[in-house]
Every structure is written in structure tokens, then in C-alpha cells.
């Protein structure tokens, strides 16, 4: 009896959740990304955090532009990625409102080259995020995280975590409910979250 290889195994559990992604209707969007920011919102590792690190989503990811503006609001220090030139490796940004952003890879919206950048390494230093919001293609009950496949957030956290082993940050994976699977294949390197947030649940791992 043959095993699928675990690579094969992402790659076609990938294609899946992008189309469940996808498939979300556009004008229930709005409602289900909303559900979701109540419970992050009301939740304590939220409202503890004076710094946090955010994305800005893709189209068809669950929304988190008024994420940032609750941020901002609140007074948080916020901080978004910008991916470096070398492939699979970014830095975080302290970013104060949108008009410090610029189009850049992958169509996202990212920080502008002129604004001081943060890498793993310089964790628990002068960059201490008490909460990484982190994208994925899927999610389990578990915590672990399905991505795109470049690795870029795996080797970030994977750096976070040794750097500040004494101050962990939280860590919450946000997705649509359909993205939350029993359970994913995980390799060594792949990085856990501490919370899942979707429009449905909210998980303390």
C-alpha cells in the first residue's frame, strides 16, 4: 500500500482550502470577517497587547483592514511585513496608518522601503510583539498551520520563538471557518499557533 508523500499531501490539501477560500460568497464576506474580529477583539491576548504584528489580507482572505484601524485606534504599536529580496525571508514594519504602504509582491500592500525593518533575530529586543496575527491557507484543531509553501512565516515565527524564549508571543491564526480542518499534516519545522480565530470558534490552544 502506498503512502502519498507529505509534500504531495500540502500541495492537494492547498488546492482544496484555496477553493473553499474562493468560494465563500462575496457578499457574505463582510459578516463572516466581522464575526471574526468580535472574537479576537474581546479576546484578553487582544486587549493585553501593546504591539502587534498584522497582515494586510489577500482579496480572498479574511478581511483584517479594520483589524489595522482597531490597532491604530487602540493605540498599539503595529507592525506589518515586508518581504526581503532574498526568497522566503521578510522583516515586520512598525507601521501608523496607511499612508506609510506601497504596492509590493505577491499584490500586497507593505510597508515603504524608507521605514526600519525588524527580523527574528532582533526579537525580544527593540521588536517584542505580544501578538502575531498569522494568514494560512488552512488551520487545524491542533494549531497547525497550512501555507502557501514559500516558508516565509515559518522561519520568522521559527526565529521569534528561540529569540524571545522567555516572552512568547501569542500566536492566532485567522481564517474562514470552511480553512479549519481536524487535523493537517505537519512537518519538524512547521510553527504552531496558540489560538485559532475564525467566524465560528475562537480556540485557546
Excluded at 464575526?35 to 478581511?63: F, I, K, Q, T
Excluded at 503595529?78 to 515586520?92: N, S
Excluded at 497547525?144 to 515559518?154: A, C, P, Q, S, V
Amino acid at each position: 500500500m502506498s503512502i502519498t508523500p507529505l509534500p504531495e499531501q500540502k500541495k492537494a490539501l492547498r488546492s482544496r482550502l484555496l477553493r473553499a477560500r474562493r468560494a465563500v460568497p462575496p457578499d457574505q464576506r463582510q459578516e463572516l470577517a466581522a464575526r471574526a474580529h468580535g472574537h479576537l477583539l474581546v479576546s484578553r491576548v487582544w486587549r493585553e497587547a501593546r504591539a502587534v504584528a498584522l497582515y494586510v489580507s489577500l482579496p480572498d482572505e479574511l478581511d483584517t483592514a479594520p483589524l489595522l484601524d482597531a490597532a491604530w485606534h487602540a493605540g498599539k504599536t503595529l507592525y506589518l511585513p515586508r518581504v526581503r529580496q532574498q526568497y522566503g525571508l521578510m522583516d515586520f514594519v512598525a507601521v501608523h496608518n496607511r499612508d506609510e504602504l506601497r504596492s509590493g509582491p505577491f499584490n500586497l500592500l507593505e510597508p515603504l522601503d524608507s521605514l526600519p525593518g525588524f527580523g527574528p533575530e532582533q526579537a525580544g529586543g527593540d521588536f517584542c510583539p505580544d501578538l502575531f496575527v498569522v494568514p494560512g491557507v488552512g488551520f487545524d484543531r491542533q494549531g497547525r498551520r497550512l501555507g502557501f509553501g514559500g516558508g516565509y512565516y515559518d522561519r520568522f515565527l521559527s526565529g521569534v520563538r528561540q529569540a524571545a524564549a522567555d516572552t512568547p508571543p501569542s500566536l492566532v491564526g485567522l481564517c474562514y471557518a470552511c480553512q479549519l480542518l481536524d487535523a493537517l499534516p505537519a512537518e519538524a519545522w512547521d510553527e504552531r499557533m496558540t489560538h485559532i480565530c475564525t467566524d465560528e470558534e475562537w480556540l485557546c490552544l
